[in-house]
């Protein structure tokens, strides 16, 4: 009995095995401040929540269309058309099991043997892991904290071979909150005509936003036909567990994220696609309340690790995470992130979980109330100041 050789080329997401073993921990009786996975602390706003419950009353219990409902197509495009600036129509939408499945269907689409698919490090490990499972290989585009957490246009088409297929690009940023300017976007967009690429924009921050404007690469001239746009619920609406992502396709990509959700999937649950059509279409008071508290959260961690000697933080335009550098604790992330963890109680990740460059930074998210940010704060003031009596 073995398994296929795939299976070595595959990775993970290693905020999950953290958490496990945070919790673990805590089943022996020490006391953890949770950092380390990204999921709002919120609840799904109730208008959301009764949605999809009436949806289950009225039996909406059985299968759905494979691309997703009608009504929720329609609101996708609506709100796509609105806030990202380029025209979309039901047809382009196919609703998927999180921003995941959108990632999966691309790439399966998209990359053969031996390709290369352009990913940001540090970026989302699931980028990379899915590339390499397929067939492909992923190139890392060096983003860094010198360039404020922006890839440089220059440097990514210096990566371009024959072999290049796609760009993958996520703005704002997993895990450092970066956000790309238009003009970055505009050159990136060079890139990818000049070469015929085909760009995968992860925009599932793209609404959690501190300064600045979201520009969608697909709004601007001639990347739309040539750009797959991933968003979802899960960020926006605190809704994780709902599972619910989307895709915005062109036309020719639409047979073959068809084909691929029917073949894994056959669809999206139901009666949860009623409570995103709420979602989209109710109030959105709750998710800028939402966006507020993020911003006092954000800067109560920026100003709270600036303040411990050896850490330099940047101020993040957008999502729920901070990417210090660490380096002048004389640890490296990794080390820190471990040692913060069983003698600290604060649960981080290590900058090493999202690509090469985050050698010496750790990732904590600040999806977690003000108390708790302060604990944290606290907890790694005081081990990195007893570092410094020791060193």
């Given amino acids: 009995m073995r398994l296929a050789s795939r299976m070595e080329r595959i990775g993970t997401e290693t905020a999950f095995e953290a958490a496990a ?21 919120f609840d799904t706003p109730a208008n959301i929540r009764e949605a999809a419950k009436r949806a289950l009353d009225e039996g909406r ?6 691309p997703g409902i009608p009504e929720l197509r329609a609101a996708i495009a609506d709100d796509a058309t609105a806030r990202k600036r380029f025209p979309v129509v039901p047809e382009q939408v196919f609703v998927t099991v999180g921003g995941k499945g959108v990632m999966l269907y691309a790439i399966e689409a998209l990359v053969d043997e031996g390709d290369e698919v352009l990913v ?11 590339a390499s499972w397929i067939g492909g290989k992923p190139v890392p585009v060096p983003i860094r904290q010198s360039n404020d957490f922006r890839l440089d246009p220059d440097e990514l088409a210096s990566l371009v071979t024959p ?55 697909a709004s601007l001239p001639g990347m739309a036909e040539r750009t797959i746009v991933l968003d979802g619920f899960s960020k926006t609406y605190a809704m994780t567990g709902w599972r619910l992502g989307y895709a915005i396709v062109p036309e020719w990509l639409s047979f073959a994220f068809g084909r691929l959700l029917i073949n894994s999937v056959s669809n999206v649950s139901n009666f949860s696609q009623y409570g995103a059509v709420e979602a989209l279409r ?15 959260r954000r800067d109560l961690v920026v100003d709270g690790l600036n303040s411990i000697p050896g850490i330099s933080c940047l101020r ?30 604060v649960s981080t990740l290590a900058g090493t979980a999202f690509g090469g460059v985050g050698t010496n930074h750790i990732r904590l998210s600040y999806a977690t109330s003000q108390a708790n940010i302060r604990t944290a704060i606290d907890r790694i003031g005081q081990f990195v100041g007893k570092l410094a009596v020791t060193a």
Wanted: glycine content about 10%; cysteine-free; proline content about 7%.
């Fill in 21 to 41: 073993r945070a919790r673990k921990l805590e089943e022996t009786g020490v006391d953890v401040v949770h950092m380390e996975v990204g999921e709002p602390d």
């Fill in 61 to 66: 219990t059985h299968y759905a269309p494979f």
């Fill in 120 to 130: 940001p490090d540090p970026g989302y490990p699931i980028y990379e892991s899915l």
């Fill in 163 to 217: 072999r290049t297929t796609m760009i993958v690009l996520n703005s704002p940023a997993n895990p450092t909150g970066g956000v790309l300017t238009r003009t970055d976007l505009e050159k990136i967009a060079a890139v990818a005509q000049e070469h015929d690429l085909v760009v995968l924009a992860d925009e599932i921050y793209g609404r959690i936003l501190y300064e600045g404007e979201h520009v969608s690469i």
């Fill in 282 to 296: 109710g109030p959105q008071d709750e998710v800028d309340a939402m966006v507020r508290e993020f911003r006092a």
């Fill in 316 to 345: 993040p335009s957008g999502a729920f995470y901070v990417f210090p550098e660490v380096s002048g604790t004389g640890l490296t992330g990794a080390e820190l992130a471990h040692r913060l963890l069983y003698e600290a109680g």
